[in-house]
């Protein structure tokens, strides 16, 4: 072509004469002759950075215009028009104007290499995988994802299939760019054209240009929330590869496992399907199955795949399971569960392994009270997982109790089992530490055993020690609470300290102190209970106290009806806040006699006028008889003062009591 000779657009390039070898342009812009269908540019010299392409639509639909034919590129400016020709003369083949155009692509501006692919088109030449994907790869470079997504349309278009690198190239770019759909697309194409997700990644591992570390990365986020397809199709491709998957690959392919397949399978089929993809090779990954197994509600698929781990081929859990039953003894650790270990394992599969291994134990009656449980320092969470399993059966657990008294962390025992054991072994302190953590966890030990450690307490001499764990008890949510407090008085009444028992309650009276209602009609109760202890005074400042504290009602049961006085002895007369809906239920026979001594003792009931006593079931009644003849008053005959059941309708009180 002469230097001076003029294009279709009325523009001339020149000659240079600078000595760089540049072709310069005069005038507007060079002669377009094609252009991608995807896009349009907005022409500029091809020798500068700043290229700018405008993406169009990929292809014109029925009711849009068409694309312009003068939207061109100068194809015959573009960088390789020199080896083009040499092909053209027959001084190069097709082969290494692809290749020598694939390795020059990488330092085009965007617009250089689509007229470098539009090139090879007009000499014959059919651009193949790598030359689109060197194209791809010059629009990702910049940012222009979206154009490099059309790209691929085009190497379609050209009978070129894209190959791992390519999808590589894309899916990492709208990765980057969190461009979430066009990845599933990508994707998904990929999956189609019979590509794993971590092809491109594993060929360069097999050129030993990518180490295990990051292989195993990368495959990792490549299979969350994948499917099934996916996640297998990784797998395969880390196996060609002689790579093992590790525990964050073995985690996120077994997240992705489908709950169908765990029905529909054989546990043996199911592990053996598992196996040979690499993944069931310890008790964690064990662990996420059964974790699954209890999502569906299949505690029966969990006892299946467990027994199958064990007998079947995979021999992944130790015959035992942990359960030593010469000692009563359960080992949830590592080393003493899976018959081999893989180093680092996924904590998160190994706790569901722990939980659902302990529901193996107790289906099967293999946990009592007295069974303690060893579990790992090492990981902390099991001890919760352990602890927690514990308390869903009724057991509460503590740090595990040596027969020394010392402390055992690596040990959990139940609670009730362990504050047994060290009363037998004269070990208050421990037991008055076991009673705290339990405590804690909002259980405690049976009234039997409380009552033996106040009167083990008494006994030694610890008097404030009887007294904290008397208080402790009745003040938290423990519930017989009147029991307690009657054994408290006759532990003090055996050991001659009533004037401790007084300083007890005189300590429960404080402002600061806010007692739970059973308690105040446990203390109510319990002070009338044994007339010699002289608790009677009591009463009066503990109803007090619990008429503050909103616990009973300021009436007392004490109703006026036209011309009769009503006395009604229920919670629901009583209780301050009583909940709704809640059925009226029966106080304590102690507590009836306590209230209506106290009412006594105020003046409200007279003899010489009619009182109607409503009482609750026929002990409340028969309670009710014997306290109005200890103060005189007759319950049965014609002058007697009557007692009726049921309840009358009442108005509400006048006034307050208290």
């Known amino acids: 072509m002469k230097a001076n000779s003029s294009n279709s657009s009325g523009t001339h390039a020149v000659r240079d004469t600078s000595g760089t070898g540049k072709r310069k342009r005069c005038g507007g812009v060079p002669s377009m002759t094609h252009v991608p269908s995807h896009i349009q540019t907005s022409m500029r010299d091809r020798y500068t950075d700043k290229v700018h392409v405008e993406l169009c639509d990929r292809q014109p639909t029925a009711t849009s215009a068409p694309l312009k034919p003068e939207a061109t590129i100068n194809w015959r400016a573009a960088p390789n028009a020199r080896i083009c020709a040499e092909y053209d003369e027959g001084r190069l083949t097709a082969v290494e104007v ?108 097999k050129k030993g240009k990518q ?20 996640t297998t199709a990784c797998l395969v491709q880390m196996r060609e590869v002689g790579l093992a998957p590790d525990w964050q690959v073995r985690t996120s392919a077994l997240d992705n496992y489908p709950h169908e397949r765990l029905v529909r399978l054989q546990p043996g089929e199911i592990l053996h399907e598992l196996a040979s993809l690499g993944l069931m090779t310890d008790l964690s990954d064990l662990g996420h199955l059964l974790n699954d197994c209890e999502t569906l509600g299949r505690p029966d698929l969990a006892d299946d795949l467990l027994r199958e781990a064990a007998m079947g081929e995979q021999n992944i859990v130790k015959a035992g399971h942990g359960h030593d039953r010469n000692n009563e003894t359960i080992d949830f650790r590592h080393e003493a569960l899976a018959t081999a270990s893989v180093g680092r394992y996924s904590g998160r599969g190994y706790r569901a392994a722990v939980a659902a291994l302990f529901k193996f134990h107790h289906s099967r009656g293999a946990i009592r009270p007295n069974t303690r449980f060893h579990v790992s320092l090492s990981d902390p969470d099991v001890k919760i997982v352990v602890a927690r399993c514990m308390r869903e059966i009724g057991l509460a ?54 009552s033996e450690l106040i009167r083990r307490c008494f006994g ?46 005189d300590a429960l009276l404080c402002p600061d102190v806010r007692l739970k209602p059973g308690s105040y009609f446990a203390l109510i109760a319990a002070c009338q209970w044994d007339m010699s202890t002289g608790l009677q005074g009591k009463i009066d400042p503990l109803v007090r106290a619990a008429v503050a504290n909103g616990v009973l009602d300021p009436a007392l049961g004490y109703r006026e009806a036209e011309d009769v006085i009503v006395i009604e002895f229920s919670t629901e007369a009583n209780a301050g806040k009583r909940a709704e809906g809640a059925p009226q239920t029966a106080v304590t026979p102690y507590f009836e006699q306590a ?64």
């Open 98 to 205: 692809l290749k020598q155009t694939t390795v020059a692509m990488r330092t085009y501006s965007l617009r250089d290499a689509w007229a470098s692919l539009e090139r090879l088109r007009r000499s014959g030449i059919s651009p193949n995988t790598e030359v689109h994907t060197a194209l791809i790869s010059r629009c990702v470079a910049i940012d222009r994802v979206e154009e490099a997504l059309q790209a691929l349309g085009e190497m379609r278009d050209d009978g070129a299939l894209p190959d791992a690198i390519t999808y590589h190239i894309l899916a990492q770019a709208c990765r980057r760019h969190a461009m979430a759909e066009q990845l599933e697309n990508v994707y998904a194409q990929m999956h189609k054209d019979g590509f794993a997700r971590n092809a491109a990644e594993c060929g360069q591992f």
């Open 211 to 230: 180490n295990e570390d990051d292989l195993r990365k990368f495959t990792a986020t490549c299979l969350r929330k994948a499917s099934w397809e996916v």
């Open 397 to 450: 657990p503590v740090d595990g109790v040596r027969l020394d008294g010392t402390r055992n962390l690596g040990w959990l025992e139940c609670g009730g089992a362990a504050f047994v054991g060290c009363l037998q072994r004269g070990q208050i302190d421990v037991a008055l530490s076991v009673l705290h953590e339990m405590g804690e966890g909002g259980s405690f030990p049976d009234v039997d055993a409380c």
């Open 460 to 505: 030694a001499g610890r008097l404030d020690d009887a007294r904290a764990a008397f208080q402790k008890l009745v003040i938290s949510e423990f519930e017989p609470k009147l029991a307690l407090c009657t054994a408290m008085i006759e532990i003090c009444k055996q050991y001659g300290h009533g004037a401790a028992l007084h300083r007890t309650i």
């Open 595 to 658: 209230m209506f001594m106290y009412h006594h003792s105020q003046g409200y009931i007279k003899p010489e006028k009619k009182t109607t006593y409503l009482a609750v079931g026929p002990e409340a009644r028969e309670a009710i008889k014997r306290v109005m003849r200890r103060v005189g008053l007759e319950p049965e005959g014609k002058h007697a003062n009557m007692l009726l059941e049921p309840p009358l309708t009442l108005r509400p009180p006048k006034a307050s009591l208290m």
